[in-house]
C-alpha cells in the first residue's frame, strides 16, 4: 500500500464525528509511517504524531526549533500510510494568529485531519520540563479563532 484509501476530507470528518460522540478515544503516537500502518492494524480509532518525536527525529530537543514545513512534511508521510485520522502537535502553530492560520490549511493540505496547539510564548518548552509560560488570554483566544476560522 502506498497510500491510505480514505480521503483527508473523510478523515477530517471521522475525527469530528469522534469529538462530538463524547466518548474516549485512543491515539496512540507514531513515528513513522510503519508505526502508523502497525496502530490501525491493531484496531486503535486514530494516530497521533508527538511533536517530541518529531523534534528528535531532526536530532532536535523539543523546546520549538521544528518548522511548520518539517512538522506538515513529516506529519503527512505518517498520515498517509492510515485510514485512520491523524492528529498531530502543532506546537505554538508557529507564530501569531495569522501563521496559525496558515498553519492550519499547510497540515490539512499534508492530510492531517486535526491538530492541537499549545498556549506557549514562544519559542516554547517541551511539555514535560518545568518553566513554561503560557500567553495571556486574548492571544490564546486569537490563535484558536485563527485555527477555527482556517479549517476547512
Do not use: W
Not at 69 to 79: L, S
Not at 100 to 111: D, F, K, M, P, T
Not at 130 to 149: Q, S
Amino acid at each position: 500500500m502506498l497510500y491510505s484509501k480514505t480521503t483527508p476530507e473523510q478523515k477530517r470528518i471521522a475525527l469530528r464525528d469522534m469529538l462530538a460522540s463524547g466518548t474516549i478515544q485512543q491515539f496512540p503516537g507514531a513515528f513513522s509511517p510503519l508505526s502508523a500502518r502497525l496502530i490501525e492494524e491493531k484496531g486503535f480509532a486514530g494516530v497521533y504524531v508527538s511533536g517530541a518525536v518529531l523534534a528528535n527525529d531532526l536530532g532536535l530537543p523539543d523546546i520549538g526549533l521544528t518548522t511548520l514545513t518539517e512538522v506538515a512534511t513529516r506529519a503527512g508521510q505518517i498520515a498517509r500510510m492510515t485510514d485512520l485520522p491523524t492528529l498531530v502537535d502543532a506546537d505554538t502553530g508557529f507564530g501569531e494568529p495569522m501563521n496559525v492560520a496558515r498553519s492550519i490549511q499547510e497540515l490539512e493540505n499534508a492530510g492531517l485531519a486535526g491538530c492541537h496547539i499549545e498556549d506557549q510564548f514562544n519559542p516554547k518548552r517541551c511539555g514535560h520540563l518545568d518553566g513554561k509560560n503560557v500567553v495571556d488570554l486574548d492571544t490564546a483566544t486569537k490563535r484558536i479563532r485563527a485555527a477555527a476560522d482556517a479549517r476547512r
